[in-house]
C-alpha cells in the first residue's frame, strides 16, 4: 500500500511555529521595506561599474564571491537580487532566534524586523550587483553562531561556515562575535540564581568561543593568502587580524567610542531627533537590564560570578564595536557596522529573559495573577512587567518604521540622483552629436572632475535634503555619478552610447593643450572640440588641487 505523504507539510511540521514566524515576517517585512529598490534600478557608482559581475574578488580577501554571485544570476537585477538577499536575511533572522533561544512570538516577529530594516541593509542594496553575496555571508555568520552555541561539535562546521563568511565580507565576522556574546550573557541569566558551576561552564564556554573565533581568522588568513598571496590593502580589511598589541587599549576605547556615538552622542546625519531617542531608550533599556540582574542575583556576593557577569555585559557593546579592532585602519562605513542590530535583539532577549515567571527579573514579588507580557502582576495591582513589555515592544517596532522611512528617503534620493544624471548625459551626448563635423564613432570623451572644482556640479543646485544621506554609505548623490570613473559605464548602459577607449596618457595630455584650457566649460557655446583626434567635452573648470598633492 502506498503512504500519502504530504512532503512540504512534514518537512513544515518539524519546524517550530517561532522560527516560521520568524521567516514569513522576515520575508514580508524585507520586501515591503525595500520594495523601493526592488522594483526599481537606482545604481551608485559601483553598481553601475559592476552590473555584470561581483566587483572585488581574491585580491580583497573575498574569494568565495565568485561562487555565490551565479547563484541568483551574474547581472544586478533588483528582483531577483533583492529577493534572495531577502531570503537569507530572514533565514539568518531564524538562526539568530534559534541560537538566543529565543521562544515568544514577540521576539519572534521583532528580531527579522529589527535584522531587516536596520540601516545597513539599505546600504547593502544600494550595492545591488553584491548585495545576495553579503547577504548570505550575514547568514552563514548566524547559522556558525548557532552551531557553535546548540550543538556540541557544532564548533567545527561553524569554524568553516565563519571562513566562508569572511571569504564574502570580512565584516561580518562581528556580527557572529555579537550573536555568540549575547548568548554567553543570557547565559548567566539561567535557573533561579548564578550558581559557581554555572559560571564556569559559562567561562569555559566563553574560551571555547574565543578560541573557535581565533582559528576561524588564522584559517580564513592562510587560505585567502594562498589564494591570493597579495592582498589588496583596500580600505584595511586585508589585514583583519592583525592586531598590534601596544595598540590594543586604544582600539577598545575606540570600539566603545564608535557604538556610543552612533547611538548616543554624535548621531548620524540620517538619524533624526526622534530615532536618537528610541536609540538612547534602547541604550538605556539594556543598561537597566544589566543592572537590575545584577541587584537581583546579588552578584556583589559573589566577586568571580560578578567579574563575570560584568565583564560579558561590556563585552556586548565591544563586540558590535569589534570592527574598530579587527580592521584598525578601515574606513569604516555603515556597510560594515551591520552588527549594531545586535542592542536591539540584546534588549528584545533580556525582556523575554525577565519575563520568565519561574525565574525571571520579576518572580518572587508575591503571588499574582499573569500579566500581558508573561510576568507576574503585584497583588497590590501593579502591572509592571505588562507595561514594560508593552512599551519595549513599541519602541523595537518605532525603531523598524524609522528605518523603514530613512531607507525608503534615500531610494527616493537615489532615484532623484538617476534621473538627473541620465538627462545631463542625455544633454551631453546630443551636444556632441550636433557638433559640426562630429561623425557617429569617434572618439570622444568627458573631461573634468566636480570634485576639483570650486562651483557645484550643475545637478546638484537643488539638493533636497542630499546631505542627510553622507553618513548612510553607497546611497549615490548626483556627483557621485558623474565622476570620470563613472561615466564611461553610465553612457554605455543606461545612454545606449558606446564610449570608445580613450588612455589616461591621451586625456593628460588634452589636459595640457592650450585649447582645452582656453576651452568654456558645459554648457557654455564651445565646450565641445575636436583636441589630439578626440571630441572633448570640459564639464567643469578643475580649480583645486587633488588631494594627497602639494
Not at 235 to 261: C, F, H, K, T
Not at 383 to 409: C, H, I, K, R
Request: proline residues 4%; charged residues 15%.
Amino acid at each position: 500500500m502506498t503512504q500519502n505523504m504530504d512532503t512540504i507539510k512534514a518537512i513544515l511540521g518539524k519546524i517550530p511555529s517561532r522560527i516560521r514566524w520568524c521567516f514569513c515576517t522576515g520575508m514580508i517585512s524585507g520586501i515591503l521595506i525595500h520594495a523601493y529598490m526592488f522594483a526599481n534600478k537606482l545604481p551608485n557608482w559601483d553598481d553601475i561599474n559592476n552590473v555584470g559581475t561581483f566587483g572585488v574578488g581574491s585580491e580583497f580577501g573575498r574569494w568565495f564571491l565568485k561562487y555565490i554571485n551565479p547563484l541568483d544570476g551574474i547581472w544586478s537585477v533588483p528582483w531577483i537580487g533583492g529577493l534572495f538577499a531577502v531570503t537569507f536575511l530572514s533565514l539568518a533572522a531564524c538562526m539568530v532566534v534559534a541560537a538566543l533561544d529565543i521562544r515568544s512570538l514577540t521576539g519572534a516577529v521583532i528580531v527579522p524586523l529589527m535584522m531587516l530594516s536596520f540601516p545597513s541593509v539599505c546600504s547593502m542594496f544600494t550595492f545591488m550587483f553584491t548585495a545576495d553575496c553579503y547577504a548570505v555571508g550575514i547568514f552563514l555568520a548566524c547559522t556558525a553562531a548557532w552551531l557553535i552555541r546548540r550543538h556540541r561539535f557544532g564548533f567545527l562546521p561553524g569554524i568553516v561556515l565563519l571562513v566562508l563568511s569572511l571569504g564574502l565580507y570580512q565584516a561580518y565576522l562581528c556580527l557572529a562575535l555579537g550573536v555568540l556574546v549575547c548568548g554567553l550573557f543570557l547565559d548567566l541569566l539561567r535557573g533561579e540564581k548564578l550558581e559557581g558551576e554555572e559560571a564556569r561552564r559559562v567561562f569555559l564556554s566563553g574560551v571555547k568561543t574565543f578560541l573557535v573565533l581565533l582559528a576561524s581568522v588564522v584559517l580564513y588568513n592562510l587560505v585567502a593568502r594562498w589564494i591570493f598571496p597579495n592582498l589588496d590593502s583596500y580600505n584595511g580589511l586585508s589585514q583583519m587580524g592583525q592586531i598590534d598589541p601596544a595598540r590594543l587599549p586604544r582600539l577598545i576605547l575606540r570600539a566603545y567610542r564608535w557604538v556610543a556615538e552612533y547611538f548616543i552622542l554624535k548621531p548620524y546625519s540620517f538619524i533624526n531627533d526622534f530615532a536618537w531617542a528610541l536609540n538612547v531608550i534602547s541604550c538605556l533599556l539594556a543598561a537597566g537590564f544589566v543592572i537590575a540582574w545584577f541587584v537581583k542575583r546579588r552578584l556583589w556576593k559573589q566577586p568571580a560570578a560578578a567579574v563575570l557577569y560584568l565583564f560579558l555585559a561590556a563585552a556586548v557593546p565591544l563586540a558590535m564595536g569589534s570592527i574598530i579592532i579587527m580592521a584598525p585602519d578601515a574606513s569604516v562605513s555603515m556597510l560594515m557596522l551591520y552588527q549594531y542590530v545586535i542592542l536591539y535583539i540584546f534588549i528584545m532577549a533580556m525582556l523575554e529573559r525577565s519575563l520568565q515567571k519561574e525565574d525571571g527579573l520579576f518572580s518572587g514579588r508575591g503571588g499574582g495573577r499573569t500579566g500581558a507580557g508573561g510576568g507576574q502582576v503585584e497583588q497590590n495591582g501593579t502591572a509592571l512587567p505588562g507595561v514594560l513589555s508593552l512599551f519595549m515592544t513599541a519602541v523595537l517596532l518605532l525603531v523598524g518604521y524609522e528605518n523603514f522611512v530613512v531607507t525608503n528617503e534615500a531610494y527616493f534620493r537615489m532615484d532623484i540622483a538617476y534621473e538627473r544624471a541620465y538627462a545631463y548625459y542625455n544633454r551631453i551626448m546630443e551636444r556632441i552629436e550636433t557638433t559640426e563635423g562630429y561623425q557617429p564613432g569617434d572618439a570622444f570623451a568627458l573631461v573634468g572632475e566636480y570634485g576639483l572644482s570650486e562651483t557645484p556640479d550643475l545637478l546638484g543646485s537643488y539638493s533636497m535634503d542630499g546631505e542627510r544621506f553622507e553618513d548612510l554609505s553607497g546611497v549615490a548623490r548626483e556627483t557621485g555619478l558623474l565622476t570620470s570613473g563613472v561615466r564611461h559605464n553610465f553612457m554605455k548602459i543606461y545612454i545606449g552610447v558606446e564610449m570608445p577607449d580613450v588612455s589616461e596618457e591621451t586625456l593628460e595630455a588634452i589636459r595640457q593643450t592650450e585649447e582645452y584650457q582656453n576651452m568654456p566649460a558645459y554648457p557654455a557655446e564651445g565646450c565641445v572640440q575636436k583636441i589630439l583626434d578626440v571630441w572633448v567635452v570640459k564639464t567643469c573648470e578643475e580649480t583645486l588641487t587633488p588631494q594627497g598633492e602639494d
